[in-house]
C-alpha cells in the first residue's frame, strides 16, 4: 500500500504502555515514558495537536495525567471503555479534520488493527517507535507559523466557545451577536506568505480548487499587479482564530478571475464564510467588471460549491476533469451579517 | 408531522435574527429577507437529505429550489416521486 505523505496534524496516543510505562489501574506508580515530554512539547511546538485514545478510568487517569504534569497537551481525550475506533472517530469530529491527517500510537497490535479497520485512512504506530516522531516527514511541517505555534491554545479557545454556546439559550443570531466577532481583510504582505501557503495545504473542506501553491508562487502574485491576494483573520472576544482565510483574484481586462478562495474549518460555525466572497464580490462590482470562478469538486468541499451556488454563482463551463467555471453577474450581493464587525484594511 | 410543518420549525431553529421579528409565510423569499446566512444553505441541504432520504443532486443546488418553504416543499415532493 502507498504510503500517504499527508501532513499529520493529530497524533493519538495510547496510555498505558504507551506514554506511561505500566498499566495504570494496575499500579498507581506509573511513570511517562523517558524522552516523551521532549516529544510532545516538539511537536506541539510545530501545530502539531496530540489528544488521547484509551481504555481506562476517566477520572483517575486524568488526574494521573496531572500530576506527570502533560494533561494541557491533550485535546479531546476519549478515556473510558469503547472500542478504540469510536473514540478515534469522535477525537475526529471534534477536531474537524481528515483521517488521513491522524497517526494513532498504541503498543498493541491489536487495537491498531481494530482502529485502522475501521478508518483505513489512518496511519497507525506502534508505541516503541515514539522517540522517532520529531524526525518523521509527515510530523514535519514545511514552515512553523504563528498559527500553528499557538494552534492547541486556539482549539481550547475554541472548546470554551463551544461550551458556551451548547449552554446558550436563545437564538443563533444571539450567541454570534454575543461574541463581537472581528473581521480583518486585507492585501498580503510578505510576513502573511507562510501562513497562506500552510493555509492552502492544511485546507480540505472549504476549498473551491483544491489547488496548493508555495510561498515562492504566493509571492508572485502578491507583488504582481494582475493579482489581488487577499487574507483574512477572524477575533472575538476569546481571542483570534488566526489567519483563516484566502483568496487569490487574477484582474484581467474585462472580469476578475477568482483563482483560489478557501477558509479553515476552525470558523465553519460562525457564519463568516459569506464575507470574503461579499467583499470580493463588492469591490469587482465597483470595478464595473464581472466575477469568474475556477471550481473543482474533491472529495470534501461540497460545503464550498453549495456557497458558491447560493451566492449567485452560475456554471459557465465544465471540463472532462471535473473543472468548473463559475460566473456571477453580480446582481445579488449578500450584506455582510450584522454580528460582524468587517474592516477592510 | 408534514413535510411544510417539519421545513417550517428547521428554518424557525436556525435563523440568524430574533425569532419574534422573523415572521415569515409560506411563499417569503428567506434569502432576501436576510434571515439566514451562508451556513444556513449547507445546513439546509444536509437536513432535507437525511429527513426525506434524498440526494439534492448538484444541478438542484440553485436558490429558486430553496428560496420559500412552498419551494423546499414543492422541491422534495418533486424528489420523492421521481
Known sequence: MAESNKEIKCVIWDLDHTVWDGILLESDEVKLKAGLVEVLKRLDSRGILHSIASRNEYEFALEKLKELGVAEYFLYPEINWNAKSVSVGNIQRNLNIGMDAIMFIDDQPFEREEVKNAHPDITCIDATEYLELPELKRLNPRFITDDSRRRRLMYMDDIKRKVEEDEFQGPPETFLSSLNMKFVIHDAKEEDLQRAEELTVRTNQLNATGLTYDYDELNAFRISDQYKLLICELTDKYGSYGKIGLALIELKEDCWHLRLMLMSCRVMNRGVGSVLMSHIMQECKKDGKILLADFKHTKRNRMMYVSYKFANFKEVSKDEGGHILFENDLSMIQPFPHYIDVKIL | ?82
Open chain 2, 1 to 82: 408531522m408534514e413535510i411544510k410543518e417539519k421545513i417550517r420549525q428547521f428554518i424557525r431553529a436556525n435563523l440568524v435574527v430574533f425569532e419574534d421579528e422573523a415572521d415569515f409565510t409560506d411563499s417569503d423569499n428567506i434569502f432576501e429577507m436576510g434571515f439566514v446566512n451562508s451556513l444556513f444553505a449547507m445546513k439546509l441541504v444536509s437536513y432535507i437529505e437525511q429527513e426525506f432520504g434524498i440526494t439534492v443532486d448538484n444541478e438542484d443546488l440553485e436558490i429558486s429550489n430553496f428560496s420559500s418553504v412552498d419551494r423546499i416543499v414543492g422541491y422534495i415532493e418533486n424528489k420523492k416521486a421521481g
